[in-house]
């Protein structure tokens, strides 16, 4: 099986959290205050709907990454079993034919999944942003969001991404493909010997009877 990367969730996640995680360190406790919900108001809450407004390609962009997973996954197991139980002369067909079935799949569902984010997106984004961050800094976090620079960086964010793929592949790929056919080889191996010890034993054929 080639060296296939999976799609990378990762610019998608930061767009979304800002890039927050929690560290291996902890943190010093902070004062109770705090951890006290930040204060609301009208021009909070338009912040809050500047910010969504200004992530929402973000937000696509891991609906339809979250999507796409489970068909890549099952188009790797589809060219497994092609591979290994389809007539040479039938594999490029039946590939073509599973390839239109995923577009299918995706034409069909990737809108719905990134509809269903967009109406998530104001009650859990927008419920952390209005509750964790004050007027002041949401302010701050739009400035930043609507500046060329910015713009500029998310418009190339895609593209040094695929080259850093790209180059990634080609840089790990004599490392990495031939240990992927190992592994396949040695998972392919103990299926089939798993699968024959379960088989029921054949009985011994009972001896000749001598003739009288």
Do not use: C, W
Not at 182 to 204: C, I, N, V
């Amino acid at each position: 099986m080639p060296y296939i990367p999976r799609s990378s969730l990762a610019l998608a996640l930061v767009l979304v959290t800002g890039g927050a995680h929690a560290q291996s360190t902890p943190a010093p406790a902070a004062p109770a205050s705090a951890s006290a919900p930040a204060p609301s108001s009208p021009a909070k809450k338009e912040l809050v709907q500047r910010v969504l407004k200004l992530q929402q390609s973000g937000i696509e962009r891991l609906a339809t990454a979250m999507t796409e997973e489970p068909a890549v996954v099952l188009v790797e197991r589809a060219s497994m079993m092609i591979a290994a139980n389809v007539p040479k002369e039938r594999q490029e067909a039946i590939s073509k034919e599973i390839q239109a079935d995923v577009q299918k799949y995706l034409k069909d569902t990737v809108p719905q999944v990134r509809k269903s984010a967009q109406q998530l997106a104001p009650s859990t984004i927008g419920a952390v942003l209005e509750s964790k961050f004050s007027e002041e800094e949401l302010r701050q976090v739009v400035a930043v969001m609507e500046s060329p620079a910015y713009a500029k960086y998310q418009q190339l964010s895609g593209e040094m991404q695929q080259t850093l793929q790209a180059k990634l592949v080609d840089d790990t790929r004599a490392t990495v493909e031939p240990r992927v056919q190992a592994l396949e080889k040695t998972l392919g191996d103990r299926l089939r010997a798993a699968t024959q010890a379960s088989a029921p034993a054949t009985k011994p054929a009972a001896p000749a009877k001598p003739a009288k």
